[in-house]
């Protein structure tokens, strides 16, 4: 019976993120159109879209939950000695329901002290909108729950009980900031056992803090969620480095609120709406006839149309989410192997920063106060040497594992274009109405699905409402998935700030290193570090500023010191074990998180000596500035 | 802790920094002052939420932060409105005790206003008349609403953008010209894009330092009454000197290609019947109809004199 409400509850979710999704896509496809013909826009169209975001993100995670979708390493599981299973499966249920608790009571404290009762968005209520954080944490914490006491699990009886009584009396432990700080700002007169509480939690988990982070980490190796450890990890840290808590939920509603995000969720539909159609099969048929005839032509124009996409998306990983699926297809119909597409699509997917008019190029010109241009003609060698290693890598494959070329034939090619004329002419619209202005990134996505959906539906006759539903169901609980990582990451480097761990950490560099050399060796591994561990634009915003006086002090070119920043970040998004481009392969590509890590090793390498040839010849960068 | 979106060794910031050691002086070394400079927590509303939150303790935030306080405290950064420096400071000195009220009502206490600068129309075609603005294509601010809907309903065609779209959609096209103060002009590398400046002040930037009250309560009281003296005469210095930077960067821009452009006696006029009509919907729609009131007497007061 609970199986079945529990269903009931999906399938009525799934609903509700369809909808949601067609309104993402709509709302700036209509703002568009306002835009065009009647030269406003329409109201509120920025507050809703963000909320929409908030609200998929949400309902996506608590999917995820239900569909056991969250992103985890479940290889260390598999090895796992079987007398040790029911222990390690009672640890990471503690650890799960107790960081799920934590963040539902932050999360309600948040919501209190942030937002004003009366206070709307549009004509809605922002308390009601920000609800879904809670309901959905709720619900995931009553799903796994439920799951102790599931008859399938390891554990016995009375020992269901046992860990389900720790796992909530944890969490409230760890609920003690919030709660504190939440009768604090509601309360005349707060409860004087209130502080004294506080700070016996806060003792208690300063000593407790390594530990507990260890057996969080070693549990994530054995495969609990990524997005719970790194939570977990974060909210502990942020607890005895002065608490307000609540924090952590602000970073992720700051992130899912950002001003690009809606391009994920509304790219990586486009993706899965192309990869659950037909239209892999007809495409397949054009990249074998236009790209096959030369050595590795197939494999060079998809490492092209990654990094082309990459330049225009901005590295948020978008390209795997939304070419992913699809370029997965065509590369096994071509006849390369798993593991050869998983690495180098999950590479390709975060080279083409360097070329015009990436936005991070951008923003590292406003931040470093650099002309723009300048930062754009000497990303273009670099990005070229990278674009270059990687499509070498795809010819000595195809030479290595003889995959036959095509005849090059012009009518076959023109016959193959006329099967799949309407998808062909996406990334034309796409470049279209982005580069002549028309449209900014995030409406550009919204053109994507709308288009999609059109030629799927009404000319390819592949699309309908309970394909639509289906599509949604897979994709929504990745687009959750992916979102909440990036709120967690976003609150960990929040913690990094506040402790000001990088302003500590040039300082130093600066008073121990004099060495130009060690100091680039270093500056390499750092940033590998940080495109680990940061978005781009927060990594931007908070690590530029201070490596511009680092370059004064060991004498390296401002614009030549940009593109050493952005090369390694690139590199930065492909090292494990948390590197964001992984995570989303794994989602992408349904491959599990070690697999990935095995496949990225190769193009790993490649592209370090592509970085290091980048960082230490400097002329490839400035040969063309005057 | 401090935040503030102004970038290292910005004027801002090195003011923010004089008079954080200065507290740390009067305080005898009691209040200790961490600085969080160039948004690297967050967006001035994410500030706003982090310092209700308790983990930040104060901000430096802009008029156009502040609107996510209370929407009444963006009342004089109104397109507009005022028009020059003097008539400026005689409004806000009477109105800054409404002010301080509405950031106190909110959770906030206010240590001292500062003005920073006017912002000015950057345009990639040359723009007189106000005419020729509604030719083109305007980037504006989309956070806020109310501020599109009244640009809209004036005539001019404006395209509501985020921030970081803001560059990009001069950079593609998208748009034709934004208004913004010359200083950031200058640190953002605009002006190579849009190479015309109007000579026309359309709206005052003023900032404000600004602490939690729970922070507040926290201070010794025996400090409070210097550290707001020295806060005071310190913000009192900064449009001074950040003048004198904005007019070194002009000076940078105009070498790079921009042209000032002067406005004719005529147009001039033009743009004070914009004003007219302009003006009264800006207030229907963003602030409270008592306070503009009260802020339309001010400015009937001065310009009688
Ligand atoms: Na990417
Ligand atoms: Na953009």
Redesign the pocket.
Known sequence: MNTEKNSKTDSFLVLISTILVLLLAAVPALEILVRIFFNTGVKASYAITRYIVLWIAFTGSYLATAGNNHLSIEAGRKYLPSKFKPSVYAVSKIIVISVLTAFLTASISFIFIVFDANEKTGIINTRFLTAVIPVCLAGMIVRESKEIFNRNNTLSGKSRLLVLFISIAAGLFLSISSVTNFMYIQLENPPGFMDLLFDKSVDILTVLKLPVILIMIISGALGTPIFIVLGGITYILLSVSGGYTEIAVNEIYAVLTGN?IPAIPLFTITGFILSESSAGERMIDFFKKAFGWFPGGIIIAVVLISAFFTT?T?ASGVTILALGGILFMILDKYGVDTKFRTGILTSSGSIGLLFPPS?PIILYGIIANLDIKNLFIAGILPGSLLVFSLSAAGIVYTKKHNIKSEKFELFEILKSIKNTFWELLLPLIILVSYFSGLT??VETGAVAVVYVLIIETFVYKDLNFSKLLTVVKKSVPVIGGILIILGMSKALSFYMIDEMIPQRLSEWIAARITSRIVFLILLNIILLLTGCLMDIFSAIIVVVPLLVPLGEIYNIHPVHMGIIFLANLELGYLTPPVGLNLFLASYRFEQPLEDVYMSIIPFFIIMLIAVFIITFVPQISLIFLS | KIGTVAPAGSAWETTIKEIASEWTRISGGEISVKIYSGGTVGDEEDIIRKIKLGRLNAAALTSQGIKSISNDLFALSIPMLVKDDDEFNYVFEKIEPLFNKKMEENGFVPLGWAMTGWVKWFTKSEVVYPDDLMQIKLAVDNSDDKVIKIWQSIGFKVIPLSL??LM??IY?GMADGTYITPYAANAMGIAEYTPYMLDLQIAPVYGVLTISDRTWKKVNDSYKPLLLKRTGEILNQFYGKITVIENEGLKIMKQKGLVSVPITPDAAKEWDKIVEDGVGLFVKESISPSLYSEIKKYINEYRKK
């Open positions: 690009m225009f901005g936005l900014t990134i | 970081s779209d990009s959609g593609s």
